[in-house]
């Protein structure tokens, strides 16, 4: 059983198209995020939800948009792809907001705009 | 703000080597330290974890102590096999910040 499932794993698209990855955790946690990793494997938070509700919204364009249906899902919709957007993007989840919980990443979904 | 700063990379050694990993970090609270994994083509694993200071924490054969007076949290490991090549971060999280702040990575290459 997989703990936090992403979906799809790769994704290639063009310049100007609109995407979605979807993101679902099975640990029954209440906070689930999501990170962009550059190509040099440099993380960076961009959004993270607690019982549906945003507590985190980074400096990232409003052409991101997250989406939590509920505790268990948490999709990220991205319109007008650009070349830069080019990354990986890894969901996560935690059991709570506390500082001393660890975070449960998924296996990540590679997105290439050409 | 808070922030956490790792050796550069790549390590390179051969198997059985020691390791060491050096990780500093700046917070404005009292955070909880992590070190996670990550292998080629996957996501992060949490590797060890100290949420306060003089706490030890240790898996795999993996080190880190929480060292509030030197803001430090180095992994170490003793003998390192082929199969701990992969990128290692360290990780930091604040109270009321409700995020984690991660180093750049530091990648390790182990030579058979």
């Known amino acids: 059983d997989t703990a936090v499932s992403q979906t799809p794993k790769y994704l290639v698209t063009q310049m100007g198209n609109d995407k979605s990855i979807k993101c679902e955790q099975n640990l029954g946690h209440d906070t689930m995020y999501w990170y962009k990793q550059d190509s040099k494997k440099f993380l960076k938070i961009m959004f993270s939800y607690n019982n549906k509700e945003l507590i985190i919204n980074e400096t990232v364009p409003n052409r991101f948009s997250p989406k939590s249906p509920d505790k268990a899902h948490l999709n990220l919709h991205i319109n007008s792809l650009e070349l830069g957007d080019s990354a990986v993007y890894f969901c996560?989840?935690?059991?709570?907001?506390?500082?001393?919980?660890?975070?449960?990443f998924g296996p990540g979904t590679r997105l290439t705009v050409t | 703000g808070d922030s956490v700063t790792q050796m550069e990379g790549p390590v390179t050694l051969s198997e059985e080597a020691f390791l060491t990993i050096n990780c500093t970090y700046t917070a404005t609270g009292y955070p909880s330290l992590f070190w996670y994994v990550q292998y080629p083509g996957e996501g992060l694993q949490l590797l060890l974890k100290?949420?306060?200071?003089?706490d030890k924490g240790s898996n795999k054969g993996f080190e880190a102590t929480y060292r509030k007076e030197t803001t430090s949290f180095h992994l170490e490991k003793g003998s390192v096999q082929v199969s701990d090549s992969a990128v290692y971060f360290c990780?930091?999280?604040?109270?009321?910040?409700?995020?984690?702040?991660f180093g750049t990575g530091t990648r390790l290459k182990v030579l058979a």
């Open positions: 100290a949420t306060k200071a003089d």
């Open positions: 990780a930091l999280s604040t109270s009321g910040t409700y995020k984690y702040i």
């Open positions: 996560a989840s935690s059991p709570g907001t506390s500082h001393v919980y660890e975070q449960y």
